[in-house]
């Protein structure tokens, strides 16, 4: 397992993969709780990234509602936690197969009846809105007015509830960000993995040469579904409050694509370079108009707007594949 | 919202109906600007309702600071979006034309992006309306109430919507983008600028949803965030008529008008878009060319 991992990977690339890991782990020990704070929202979008990224970087197929999986989770995990008091983990066990059920279905509808390409994005959205609107008439889960779980000074980290302080949910997201990215890794260097690439360069090719291109897809949906349904529980459990409005907006799911795409559509650094460099620049521009006195709603997303188009038109592969040429590591990607 | 002990009379539904039809001609128009753009371009502007809220937001301001009817600046605003869409698709849009497909979509959802947000920072996140002179008007017809802003904003929606028609039907101009649609390397071949007949076809579609716009201000309040929901509809209403059909779109958008005045009246108005979603979902199943679309293959 271990040689499988690191095969094929340059001395330069484990070295520099050890101190960066090295870094997150000791980074709660030396940085403040509003730098903890961040840290945590740039691992949550490097792992819902790193799970979008399976769909879209590895097998090509693009969906533009994973807030669909991020909502399924939450309100799983809440809802259980709140009306029969079971806790995020065996939650998250409930979680599985409902978001493993809904991507089936949605996966199932698409590719059966060959809705490929800009319909299938169109599907995926809908189906997010779909979930939107029916969760706002979903009283058992307090509709639109949210749904809350209780808030109380915690003396100790409970890890089995999820109760206790940032540092905590640092470390549980940091271990779920490390577990995605061996995961991914795994999965790219192994035989489902090379089926989803031939699927995404070339799908009749691909069903040509034998494979059974509507199965590796529908794996393709369910593992990132089922992975994203945990950025749902450990959003549920970290910020105690879920409103539809939120939770399955399409803007959030454009969001979460946004640190894949800047840092590498399809690597598997991308999505965790993606998340930092947006967070740290979205951070950066706080703080420079917090000082020029500026306050206006909007300007974060359209800074955001704005490193998409920039990263779109100059960079179309990502960050990543350019800054690994500069540090000449060569990811087997591609 | 209906009560729910009390037997609601026919002709409410009769009306609601006719509500519904001239809202979908609206809509139809919206989607037809996409449906053209898609058609010829065989681009995806996933900033379609985006455009819609910059027109909304001039016919808004028109009003509001010199008392333009929306009526009336109905084809200066269609001209302005028409040169928004002809610069976007010359100077940005064409350069992406041989990148691959979710190139195309990420480019213009980063352009959605920038023009919600810039929306949001100019006007805030307040809703804004037009109240004309006409707006509690209505017609009787027997049993049946018409709503006069309604019917005046499907005639409008017509008139343009045949206009296009006409266009690409008797046209020289016309005629070339239909054929850079049929046959892209035949309209290299014999001379087509298509890089232009490209952006006049991306102006024409911002057109349609400009004039859309512009008439929909009578009829519903506009929010920065409303660019996206219309995006989605207009999606659904395109693919629902048939992409690339120009009268399936406004069969479409009909079809999804009634379709929401009624669930809004049956079940809750919030609720209105699930069944939308599930027009969509019944037609990528059962038609996935759309109603009036032709088949693939």
Redesign the interface.
Known sequence: MMAQLTEGVSRRALLLLATLLAALLIAPLVVNDYLLTALILVLYFAYIGQAWNIM?GFAGQ?SLGHSLYVGLGAYTAAALFIHFGIGPWLGFLVAIPVTAACGAFLGF??FR???A???F???T??FA??AR??F??FAWVGG?AGFFLPVKQYAHNDLWLLRGAPAMFYYVMLAATALAFIACRLLLHSRIGYFWQAIREDERAARATGIDTFRYKMYAVIISAVMTSFAGVFHAFYYNNLFPEQIFH??RS?EFILAP?IGG?GSLFGPLLGAFLLETLAEGLREVLALLGVD????R??F???C??LV??LL?DGVWPWLARRLRIKESKR | MASRDRAVPAEIYLNVAVSGILTGLVYGLMALGLSVIFGVVRVVNFAHGELMTIAMYIAVVLFSAFKLDPLIMLVPIAMVLFALGYALQAGVINAFITRPEHTQFLLLIALAIIIVNTLLIIFGPDAHSVQTSYAFDSFQVGKLIIDATKLYAAAAALVAATALFAFFRFTDTGTAIRACADNYAGALTVGLDVNRLYALTFGLGAACVGAAGTVLVLIIDVTPQVGPVYTLLAFVIVITGGLGSMPGSLLGGVLIGVTEAMAGLIFTPSAKSMFAFAILVLVLLFRPQGILGRKIS
């Not at chain 1, 206006?296 to 300007?299: A, E, R």
């Open positions: 879209m693009l509808l698409a009846f060959g809705v390409g800009v319909y994005a169109i599907l959205i809908a809105e779909f609107i029916g706002d008439h639109s399409i803007s454009i795409i559509i206006v709603p909007g300007l997303q359209l955001f707007g704005v998409l188009l779109v038109m179309p």
